[in-house]
């Protein structure tokens, strides 16, 4: 019962190990360039932490992360590696956005439901086609993701420019020529913010604040998926199939039918990653909608062990440091990438850390086993 | 006339295709699957237009093959000794290599995704056939093309014909097997990811010098993820990885002269290359064998 208490305990020391790793080995870049490591964390705790509107901030960005996180965690668990989230939720977004702009006249309670399906069909339907092409023709998931990646930034790129082109904008002053994006969605399909509802507990927050309702959506969705994971039979068939197809199969599950809803699932949730800044900062789709958060998704789940509490948490890090990373640009002059570096060592140490712990376990409880049985074989003697 | 210049055209765009397949071809019969072979050429093609800017193409080919190698090491370190998933350490060499390009450039160059131009080695004309019809094969040709082209004879003689060569593959098909006969698994694993990285680099190196003539951010394209498709449709073999290339290559220079046609929205035939490799992978991938033990890490004591 002891060990384990103190298995436990190694699980949530790995990602902070981790943390700490990365922290180091970044401070080895940020030396490299001639800046001070020291002032670089000093500076990224002091910006993101002293006011109340970046505490904000940072719940704000940690939003998509939430879900693309959690997106990213349920192909970890059947044993897939879905890139495709970031295709996923841009086709995702596209989707939401077209509900938004093309249906007028909707009330809200029923016009901002079916913008946020949508925007989950949308991202089910793209990956569809990887898990179809794993399933069916045995084309492993990582490539067909990528590049079905590659081709969503072309077909959006397409989509916005030629397709649906808001040609009714008023001309730019001094640009001489339109923006490049979809018409504006109606008030009736964006997501109200936070601020009256904290209002109610006398928090007010400054106008330039985005943070919505898809915080807390983000979650319930994280509720939602580990009650899935862990309380109904289909989460059962997820993990056994991520943890042994074959003997999952043996028990009667068919693999290929838990990948298929799995992934389908997993694609629905990255449909709404983008959700969050398209309803509430952008209020329509342009040629700058954010990008990368699919890849961020990855280093999410995985510093949050693919637990959805963890996934949380870890969102919330991340929004931290990219709220910090705007601050160590504009103040100190560092480049915000080093946060790029930082999440990409701490992936490493993080895989890192967790192998070698687990094979410390797995020889602390082969050892106890040994120490079992030879204590067994004496009985008799 | 248009048909030379169209088959030039493809060769140069096959190059660093081709490059990154046969280092793909060298990690994967080691058993050791390399998807940060796409983060390995983004460091080859910025470090290389930095050897070239400040010491010439010769240093910026060294430097970049050196950052692959770099690249390559930690992924070996990841995966070999350490056992990691493969996928996940490759995914963190690509999101590296994007931060950390980004950062070196913006630290050196003041420019995030761009570096001024730089000069790339001096072109060679092939002697002797420089007639009509196939001038525009053989003039002005990049050494590095040349050399890709002799690399692929020699990968395959090197796998297939040595005693190094056949070590790597015994390493990659059944790698207990092989540590019972008293070969070093995991040195023949450093030895076939490092080859890759130095490749990818070196491919980095020529979209950088010899194709752009400056380091653009995102110049590479997916090109590392279009070679792993191209080395499993050439069957894991250094030919079959050359003609996979050829066709790759083809593709996009084709669609270089369809965009001039403009009949069609520039942005499909921008997608031409990725849903060329996912067709061919959707037709080929149960015709193609991969090493038996490719992907899977090895672990000495285990039951």
């Known amino acids: 019962m002891k060990k384990r208490y103190y298995i436990v305990m190694l699980r949530i020391l790995a990602p902070v190990l981790a943390i700490v790793l990365s922290a180091l080995i970044s401070s080895a870049v940020i030396l490299a360039i001639g800046k001070s490591p020291l002032q670089v964390f000093y500076t990224i705790f002091k910006f993101s932490l002293s006011r109340l509107d970046s505490i904000a901030i940072i719940l704000y960005n940690a939003t998509p992360l939430i879900f693309s996180g959690l997106a990213v965690s349920i192909g970890f668990r059947m044993g897939l590696f879905n890139i495709g989230v970031e295709g996923q939720y ?28 949508c925007g989950a069909l949308g991202g089910m339907l793209w990956s569809f086609i990887p898990i179809y092409l794993k399933v069916k023709r045995g084309v492993h998931e990582v490539i067909s993701t990528i590049m079905l990646n590659y081709i969503s930034y072309s077909l959006i790129h397409y989509l916005i420019a030629d397709v649906f082109l808001d040609r009714s904008q008023k001309l730019v002053e001094g640009l001489g020529g339109i923006l490049t994006r979809t018409p504006k969605l109606p008030p009736s399909a964006l997501m109200p913010k936070l601020h009256v509802f904290l209002g109610l507990f006398g928090i007010q927050l400054p106008r330039h604040v985005y943070l919505n309702w898809f915080f807390p959506l983000g979650l319930l969705m994280a509720y939602l998926i580990y009650y899935l994971l862990m309380h109904t039979p289909f989460g059962f068939e997820i993990r056994s199939v991520g943890q042994n197809p074959e003997a999952a199969r043996t028990a009667g599950i068919k693999p290929e039918r838990v990948y298929m809803a799995g992934f389908l699932l997993s694609g629905a949730v990255a449909g709404l990653v983008g959700l969050s800044d398209l309803l509430s900062y952008f209020g329509y789709m342009d040629l700058d909608f954010p990008r990368n958060y699919g890849f961020d998704g990855i280093a999410v789940a995985l510093i949050g062990q693919n637990n959805p509490l963890g996934i949380v948490l870890s969102a919330i890090l991340f929004g931290f440091l990219k709220r910090g990373a705007e601050g160590i640009q504009t103040q100190l002059n560092v480049p915000m990438d080093t946060i790029v570096i930082l999440q990409a060592v701490m992936i490493m140490s993080i895989v890192v850390i967790t192998k070698v712990m687990n094979d410390y376990i797995k020889r602390l409880e082969r050892k106890e086993s040994v120490i079992c049985s030879s204590q067994n074989s004496s009985l008799p003697a | 006339m248009f048909l030379a210049e169209l088959l030039a055209s493809s060769l140069r765009m096959a190059v660093p295709i081709l490059l990154t397949a046969l280092g793909a071809v060298f990690t994967e019969r080691a058993g050791v699957v390399n998807i ?18 400040y010491y010439g193409p010769y ?49 050196i160059f003041k420019m995030a995704t761009t570096s001024p131009r730089v000069s790339g080695l001096p072109k060679i004309d092939i002697p002797g056939l420089n007639i009509g019809f196939l001038k525009p094969l053989v003039s002005g040709v990049s050494p590095v093309i040349i050399l890709a082209l002799l690399l692929v004879p020699v990968s395959s003689f090197i796998i297939n014909r040595t005693v190094f060569g056949l070590r790597l593959r015994s390493v990659g098909e059944n790698p207990l097997a092989a540590d019972t006969l008293g070969i070093d698994v995991f040195k023949m694993k450093y030895a076939g990811v490092l080859i890759s990285g130095a490749l990818a680099g070196l491919s980095g190196a020529y979209l950088a010098l010899e194709h752009t003539g400056m380091y653009v951010e995102g110049m590479t394209q997916g090109k590392g993820f279009i070679a792993l498709a191209a080395m499993i449709f050439g069957n894991w073999e250094p030919v079959g990885a050359l003609w996979a290339s050829l066709l790759f290559g083809f593709s996009e220079a084709l669609s270089f002269r369809v965009v001039e046609g403009g009949a069609i929205p520039y942005q499909f035939i921008k997608m031409i290359p990725y849903v060329l490799t996912l067709a061919v992978l959707t037709g080929v991938v149960k015709k193609s064998t991969a090493p038996a033990a490719d992907g899977v890490p090895y672990e000495r004591g285990l039951k």
């Open chain 1, 90 to 117: 841009l086709i995702g977004a596209f989707f939401a956005a077209l509900a938004g702009f093309a249906i007028k006249g909707l009330p809200v309670f029923v016009h901002l439901p079916l913008v946020i399906l």
């Open chain 2, 36 to 53: 940060g072979l796409e983060g390995m050429m983004i460091a080859g093609s910025f470090m290389g237009a930095l050897g070239s800017y």
């Open chain 2, 59 to 107: 240093f910026g080919l060294l430097l970049a093959m050196i950052a692959g190698l770099f690249m390559a090491l930690i992924h070996a370190v990841n995966t070999v000794t350490f056992r990691v998933d493969q996928i996940v350490s490759g995914v963190a060499i690509n999101i590296l290599a994007y931060g950390g390009c980004r950062f070196l450039s913006l630290a």
